[in-house]
């Protein structure tokens, strides 16, 4: 059995033992220390940092959340820290698969209450039954076969002679003939993938139910050879009505197979190991949420990238991306998400804003808006950050909010007050599958 670490964002971890174990601290092998420590490098030359070192025997998780299988097949599970002292491990769970499914646009399923056992199983778990449910679907529905051209030498004649391979042939061999035909079978670009992510799963899973049907599934593909080279594979992938059932389950594929970017993170593949940048989650979170709620004649732009900094020498300098924008007509709001924790009682302490942040709100006001109209800073919702702060002035003209978004109601609080086209009534990932 796999051994399993739970903790969370900026978590530490060491190697000495410990009393009182929590989320927010944990103890680890000397074998899983050094692993992360290697890791680490090599996320540093990808100019991200998934720990921070601090000394010899305490390490600090930085804002990464995930699963992580170590070679020795320790599984180290790291929750989003949206929530203050509290332990809750299901509560962490369920956003996190909730805000994945989110950002990365995966299907949905309605499941009854027997399936509700699954909703405490770590990241990894959930993913793979996803795509086992997913892949039994495809199959009850039927595998798609196509024709594969073979080139082959048989004593005998079958389909086409190749008569330049045949004229080829070397004495004592010719009485071998060079044929070319078509074989009709299920090799084909998505049944590989299929089953090269199914040859995981069955090796990976720890949940005995999913195991069972792992190889059930995996026994009713014993023709279909593992894909070789996934990314030509996926190129390959068809998308016409023939293989409008294969479309549920490729999300699924793509992320055990570590395809999805550039959300995933891909970690070193002794496992199933899966990364994610909670930023980049909680903005594609809120940008989904944002394209449910807001009004039919809103449009909504991710990652505008339309306006520069400054001119010099008759060319632009220091592109302005923001990381939303919306439009109403001749209206436009610029909107940032920051996955931080305010405290909206330490005045004297700028809420716990970053004065860098309101520099480059400035600048986007000034370069999208002209100087007249809204800006919007977003962060998570919680005990002490749980309503809008009151109006930042740039200018008599230039508005900044800074407003809590609730993870748990899916709701973006005092949008109304800043004047946004959206409506709260809308929600992202209600329904939780399994």
């Not at 369920?94 to 399923?109: E, F, G, H, Y």
């Amino acid at each position: 059995m796999k051994a399993w670490i739970t903790v969370r964002e900026y978590a530490r971890l060491t190697t000495e033992p410990i009393d009182n174990p929590s989320l927010d601290r944990a103890h680890v092998s000397v074998t899983v220390f050094d692993w992360l420590c290697q890791l680490n490098e090599s996320f540093e030359r990808g100019g991200a940092n998934l720990i921070q070192v601090e000394g010899r025997r305490w390490l600090r998780l930085d804002n990464y959340v995930g699963v992580l299988e170590a070679p020795c097949g320790t599984c180290l599970e790291i929750l989003p820290k949206h929530l203050e002292a509290t332990d809750d491990i299901v509560q962490g769970r369920q956003l996190l698969r909730r805000m994945i499914q989110a950002a990365l646009d995966l299907p949905t399923r309605e499941v009854g209450t027997a399936a509700l056992e699954l909703f405490d199983a770590p990241l990894s778990e959930w993913v793979m039954r996803q795509f086992l449910e997913a892949l039994e679907y495809v199959i009850k529905r039927g595998v798609r076969f196509d024709y594969r051209r073979i080139e082959e030498e048989q004593p005998f004649l079958r389909g086409q002679l190749d008569v330049v391979g045949q004229m080829r042939q070397p004495p004592g061999k010719q009485h071998h003939f060079r044929i070319r035909h078509d074989l009709f079978g299920p090799d084909r670009p998505e049944n590989r993938l299929l089953k090269l992510a199914l040859e995981q799963v069955c090796r990976s899973t720890q949940v005995s139910s999913s195991w069972r049907l792992g190889h059930e599934l995996r026994s009713m593909l014993s023709e279909v050879p593992a894909s070789h080279d996934p990314r030509q594979d996926f190129r390959a992938w068809r998308t016409d009505r023939l293989m409008a059932h294969y479309q549920a389950v490729r999300p699924w594929c793509q992320l055990i197979l570590d395809q999805t970017m550039p959300i995933a993170v891909a970690g070193q593949q002794y496992g199933m190991s899966l990364l994610f940048p909670m930023e980049q989650l909680f903005e594609q979170y809120v940008a989904r949420y944002l394209e449910r709620a807001k009004s039919s004649d809103t449009r909504l732009k991710t990652q505008a990238a339309s306006a520069w900094l400054c001119r010099h020498a008759g060319g632009n300098f220091f592109q302005l991306r923001p990381d939303l924008l919306l439009s109403q007509g001749n209206r436009h709001w610029v909107l940032d998400t920051k996955w931080k924790r305010l405290n909206a009682e330490a005045r004297n302490r700028n809420y716990g804003l970053s004065q860098a942040d309101f520099y480059q709100l400035f600048a986007y006001g000034h370069k999208y808006l002209e100087g007249q109209g809204d800006v919007v800073l977003i962060y998570p919702a919680h005990s002490e950050f749980n309503d809008r702060l009151e109006v930042f002035d740039f200018s008599s003209t230039l508005k900044l909010w800074v407003l809590p978004f609730d993870l748990e109601r899916t709701c973006l609080i005092g949008a109304e007050t800043a004047g946004l086209p959206i409506s709260n009534r809308a929600s992202v990932g209600k329904a939780l599958p399994v």
